[in-house]
C-alpha cells in the first residue's frame, strides 16, 4: 500500500513537471525574438530547443535525472528570462499604471526619499 501511494505521489510530481515545462515552452514560443536579443538571455531558438527536449524527456524518457535537468531548466526560464522578457517587451504588471513601475516612482526613476 505504501508503495502505490509513493507510485502516485511520483506519477503526480511528474505530471507537474510535465505541466510547468509545457506553460514554459508556450511562453518561449509566444515572446518575439528581439526581446530575447534585447535582454541577452540566449536565443529564441535556444530555449525553444531546451524546453522542447524537457518536454519530451518529460513525455517519452521517464528518467528522473533527465527530468530534474528539464527542471531546473524551465526554472531558470520561468524566474530569469521570461520577468525580463516581459520587461523589455512592455508586459511588466504595473497595476494599471501607465509604465509599470513601483508606486514610488517618479517620472525620471524611483523616488530615494531625499537622500
Known amino acids: 500500500m505504501l508503495l502505490q501511494a509513493f507510485g502516485t505521489l511520483l506519477s503526480l510530481l511528474n505530471l507537474a513537471m510535465l505541466i510547468l515545462a509545457v506553460v514554459a ?5 509566444t515572446a518575439r525574438e528581439d526581446a530575447y536579443r534585447a535582454t541577452d538571455k540566449q536565443t529564441k531558438v535556444f530555449w525553444l530547443v ?5 518536454v519530451a524527456v518529460n513525455l517519452f524518457v521517464p528518467m528522473l535525472f ?4 528539464g527542471l531546473v531548466a524551465t526554472i531558470v526560464f ?5 520577468p525580463a522578457i516581459k520587461q523589455v517587451s512592455g508586459g511588466g504588471g504595473g ?6 513601475g513601483s508606486s514610488s516612482d517618479g517620472p525620471y ?4 526619499g531625499g537622500r
Open 50 to 54: 531546451l524546453l522542447g527536449v524537457t
Open 78 to 82: 520561468m524566474v530569469d528570462v521570461r
Open 66 to 69: 533527465l527530468q530534474i535537468a
Open 95 to 100: 497595476g494599471g499604471r501607465k509604465g509599470g
Open 109 to 112: 526613476g524611483p523616488y530615494n
Open 25 to 29: 515552452l508556450f511562453f518561449a514560443a
